[in-house]
């Protein structure tokens, strides 16, 4: 029986923030939702409500799976 599945980014670290060119969706996307919820909830409503990037969550940005070239 499967209760729930966790996600879990590939390189293990959360995903947070706008996607590229969209404003209207915000991602949190994280293996430990529970102990960080809190935490990303303040940041993430900063970023949403108020319109800024907050520098702690900078490693966290889904650019970092997009290929560069």
Do not use: C, N, W
């Not at 706008?18 to 409503?45: E, K, N, Q």
Request: hydrophobic letters at 40%.
């Amino acid at each position: 029986m499967t209760l729930g599945l966790r996600p879990l980014p590939k390189d293990g670290q959360p995903i947070i923030g706008f996607p590229r060119r969209r404003r209207d969706i915000y991602l949190t996307v994280m293996h430990s939702g529970i102990t960080l919820g809190p935490l990303v909830g303040r940041l993430a409503a900063s970023e949403i409500l108020d319109g800024v990037q907050v520098d702690p969550l900078a490693p966290h940005r889904l650019e970092r799976f997009q290929i560069r070239g």
